[in-house]
């Protein structure tokens, strides 16, 4: 059974930091790219960061500076440091994982930082 399990959300205020993490399991071979996704109430999901081969990262604009992407390989597990978070990065998110065709997603995790 493919599974993407995310973990670490949670209530912060603005300023403040998290660390979001998301397991896989299930398949035979290892994913090209894993990323992170959210969606805001009422907003189409939206990209934040990826993580290609294990070293190529690329994020959006609106976290560059703040978010970073890494992956543990040997536990098949990417990571996404938030720092200096804002009320506007308030969403459920989501993890993303791609390779040899397939496309697999997380259940989400939420995400609420208070002003």
């Known amino acids: 059974q493919v599974q993407l399990v995310e973990s670490g959300g949670g209530l912060v205020q603005a300023g403040g930091s998290l660390r979001l993490s998301c397991a896989a399991s299930?398949?035979?071979?290892?994913?090209?790219?894993m990323a992170w996704y959210r969606q805001a109430p009422g907003k189409q999901r939206e990209f934040v960061a990826r993580?290609?081969?294990?070293?190529?990262?690329d994020y959006a604009d609106s976290v560059k500076g703040r978010f970073t992407i890494s992956r543990d390989n040997a536990k098949n597990t990417v990571y996404l440091q938030m720092n200096s978070l804002k009320p506007e990065d308030t969403a459920v998110y989501y993890c993303n994982a791609r390779g040899a065709g397939a496309v697999d997603w997380g259940q989400g995790t939420q995400v609420t930082v208070s002003s």
């Open positions: 299930g398949r035979s071979f290892s994913y090209n790219t």
């Open positions: 993580v290609v081969s294990g070293r190529n990262t």
